[in-house]
Every structure is written in structure tokens, then in C-alpha cells.
């Protein structure tokens, strides 16, 4: 079992920026890729980024490619999400997932553990 915790998440004006965190616990979470998705309300949860096992490898949805950057710091099993540029559209709760096959993934069901989410606002 892995265990994920977002934070980082706050209310921010348009152009503004944040960085998330997610601390991974649990069995070997240092070898799994790993992503991140929004909600935003009354939507589907989407893609936004994802890196694989290693952080060599990261792909990023079309919408905040070059404003988000994806990191991960294997010896603190911790997942960052670098936003800037942040515009009202980037308005949702952000949630960070796990997956044990190791590499990048755009699909939400390909990740098994979840975690509770950080709320982003932007405003104008």
C-alpha cells in the first residue's frame, strides 16, 4: 500500500504561482511513476502531468505545457508540481496518483493509489 499527501494547494491571482507537493509512504513508492490530475467543478478529472520512475521521463497535458513543471525526489519520495503562468481555467482540486508499472501514463486508470487532493484557485 502506498499512501499520498498533497499540499501546497492555496488561492493565487492570474499570472501567479504555486508548487505542489506530494509525500508518497509506504512499500517501495520511491520506484513508482507518478501523476497528476484536477477536478474542476462540475467536470471530469483530467490529466495534467506525469513522470516515470526514475524523473527521466515526463509528459504534460497540452493545456499547461511550458507553464508546469513535474519533479520527483526519489530520496524523499516526494512529487512536485511547479505552476506558473496560473490562469482561472487552472481552477480545480489537484490530485497526485501513483503506479507501479514504473513508467509515464496519461490515464487515470492505470494508477492505483490515490491521494485526498489540494484545492487550487486562481482568480482574475
Known amino acids: 500500500q502506498v499512501r499520498l499527501v498533497e499540499s501546497g494547494g492555496g488561492s493565487v491571482q492570474a499570472g501567479g504561482s504555486l508548487r505542489l507537493s506530494c509525500v508518497a509512504s509506504?512499500?517501495?513508492?520511491?520506484?513508482?511513476?507518478m501523476g497528476w490530475f484536477r477536478r474542476a467543478l462540475g467536470t471530469e478529472r483530467e490529466f495534467v502531468a506525469t513522470?516515470?520512475?526514475?524523473?527521466?521521463?515526463?509528459d504534460y497535458a497540452h493545456s499547461v505545457k511550458g507553464r508546469f513543471t513535474i519533479s520527483k525526489d526519489n530520496a524523499k519520495n516526494t512529487v512536485y508540481l511547479e505552476m506558473n503562468s496560473l490562469k482561472s481555467e487552472d481552477t480545480a482540486v489537484y490530485y497526485c496518483?501513483?503506479?507501479?508499472?514504473?513508467?509515464?501514463?496519461?490515464?487515470?486508470?492505470?494508477?492505483?493509489?490515490w491521494g485526498q487532493g489540494t484545492q487550487v484557485t486562481v482568480s482574475l
Open positions: 496518483a501513483a503506479d507501479r508499472s514504473r513508467w509515464t501514463s496519461r490515464v487515470d486508470s492505470t494508477y492505483e493509489f
Open positions: 509506504g512499500d517501495a513508492s520511491s520506484r513508482y511513476s
Open positions: 513522470i516515470d520512475w526514475s524523473g527521466a521521463a515526463t
